[in-house]
């Protein structure tokens, strides 16, 4: 989505107009010009110079470098959502100014902290309009500064034109019409639609018509089985790799891709169609000048780049989507409310936000039950780490293990393998192990020494 900047902001991003000084400078080099942004083609090339000198205004550009389908398209910034733009409870990840407009030569309101707790009241494809927590101040800052909270559910915006009935059914008496890319929070979900005030209604509005959180989740905080693994959204349900169906109003907290878009406006047949889930590769920003050159009329020409953050991770860690593409064999967090975790997954993980994980090289590509304990220990496999996966160390004596089996059945087990770890109260951990002939369960303290056979 395109910005006007005043005619202010371009003291600040143009260079003093210098006539026809013949000066070897950059502002004599020859520069492109385009009929458009969206051209494909340069019009001609004319002296920076000259371009400044008739330039009338300055617009914003995003664009998306996407994959869908296997194939490559670039969309307009205004053509996808993005989890951010779906987010309600937002922190800064760093220290960054509030400006009164959504334009980058707007007056400042404030000067926010890192880590600073703000409501999002508004988005377009660059900017956020926001509230800080507890405070009245208000006012613009880029999307690329924020980062959702994990306890926050989001909102819901509407793809399309979308009527609000009175029933949650189909058909039923229709009150109004929501206007599309309407930034709506659910007082409910029923049947498939969610109960929503719109202006003075409230009334039902059919929720596949929407793009919420769930679009975007790679973990939901489900209120009774804590951090669990999704992969796609299904009506009103949340889908697990398991495809088990959570309910979304069981939901409390999502960990998000921030590189998947929701398409929201479609250009051509042959490319992402409506609601079709891209892949973002790469992000493009940049400020067009916009100039009236003699004999071309309006021409559009790059005037500054800008660098938004990268999100590309080394080769030993994964983004959450990257992990949830892998066959997830075993996966914990450290409570209900903290993602904080490790993950076994051809290799086995770690991670301190829920949305990167940095391998654990002491595992290599294997595959290991993992279990944390609510007294902050971690098992992986038969070891375990008191310091929250810095290290660790061996916890099963096999040989005690069998030992502890045979005693408890008279007979020697074929096969040792461990297939299940849990974490029990009263300072206990519980394993499962599988003997070629029964699945065993056995006991012990968190010291570890002695296990017991659980019939």
């Known amino acids: 989505m395109q910005h006007v900047l005043s005619a202010l902001a371009l003291t600040t991003l143009l260079l003093p107009f210098q006539g026809h000084a013949a000066l070897s400078t950059d502002a004599e080099k020859a520069v492109s010009f385009y009929r458009s942004s969206l051209s494909l083609f340069p019009s001609g090339q004319v002296s920076r110079t000259s371009l400044e000198s008739k330039t009338t205004r300055a617009e914003l550009d995003l664009s998306f470098q996407t994959s869908w389908d296997h194939k490559t398209f670039q969309l307009q910034g205004d053509q996808i959502l993005r989890d951010i733009q779906v987010t309600k409870n937002a922190e800064t990840k760093s220290s960054v100014q509030i400006l009164s407009m959504n334009r980058r030569d707007a007056m400042p309101v404030a000067m926010l902290a890192a880590k600073t707790q703000v409501?999002?009241?508004?988005?377009?494809?660059?900017?956020?309009?926001?509230?800080?927590?507890?405070?009245?101040?208000?006012?613009?800052?880029?999307?690329?500064?924020?980062q959702a909270l994990h306890d926050d559910t989001g909102i819901f915006i509407n793809v399309i034109d979308t009527f609000l009935r009175t029933e949650p059914?189909?058909?039923?008496?229709?009150?109004?019409?929501?206007?599309?890319?309407?930034?709506?929070?659910p007082l409910s979900f029923e049947k498939g639609f969610l109960k929503v005030k719109y202006e003075d209604h409230i009334g039902y509005a059919d929720i596949n018509h929407f793009v919420g959180k769930a679009d975007f989740a790679n973990l939901a905080y489900h209120t009774k089985k804590g951090w669990l693994p999704i992969l796609h959204r299904n009506n009103d349900f949340a889908v697990t790799p398991k495809g088990s169906l959570l309910p979304l109003s069981e939901i409390k907290g999502y960990v998000t891709n921030g590189t998947r878009g929701i398409v929201v406006r479609a250009e051509k047949a042959y490319g992402p169609q409506l609601r079709s889930r891209v892949e973002i590769t790469k992000t493009d920003a940049c400020i067009w000048g916009v100039s009236n050159l003699d004999g071309h009329?309006?021409?559009?020409?790059?005037?500054?780049?800008?660098?938004?953050?990268?999100?590309?991770?080394?080769?030993?860690?994964?983004?959450?989507?990257?992990?949830?593409?892998?066959?997830?064999?075993?996966?914990?967090?450290?409570?209900?409310?903290?993602?904080?975790?490790?993950?076994?997954?051809?290799?086995?993980?770690?991670?301190?936000d829920g949305l990167t994980w940095t391998e654990i090289p002491q595992f290599g590509k294997q595959n290991y039950p993992v279990s944390i304990h609510p007294s902050g220990v971690w098992y992986v496999g038969s070891f375990r780490s008191t310091n929250k996966g810095a290290s660790f160390e061996p916890f099963i004596r096999w040989d005690q293990i069998a030992e502890a089996i045979e005693s408890a059945f008279h007979r020697n087990p074929k096969i040792l393998r461990l297939t299940q770890i849990d974490a029990l109260p009263n300072a206990q951990v519980q394993i499962h192990v599988d003997t070629g002939i029964k699945q065993v369960?056995?006991?012990?303290?968190?010291?570890?020494?002695?296990?017991n056979v659980v019939r």
Do not use: C
Request: aromatic fraction near 8%.
């Open 119 to 146: 409501e999002i009241l508004d988005t377009d494809s660059y900017w956020a309009r926001v509230q800080v927590k507890d405070k009245k101040e208000q006012g613009w800052m880029p999307l690329h500064h924020l």
């Open 169 to 185: 059914r189909l058909p039923s008496v229709v009150i109004t019409t929501i206007p599309r890319l309407r930034r709506i929070e």
């Open 297 to 352: 009329g309006e021409v559009w020409w790059k005037m500054k780049d800008l660098l938004l953050p990268e999100t590309s991770l080394g080769k030993s860690s994964l983004t959450t989507d990257e992990l949830m593409k892998r066959e997830i064999y075993s996966i914990a967090f450290e409570s209900k409310n903290s993602v904080k975790g490790v993950v076994s997954a051809e290799g086995v993980y770690r991670t301190e």
């Open 441 to 451: 369960k056995l006991r012990s303290s968190l010291a570890g020494g002695t296990w």
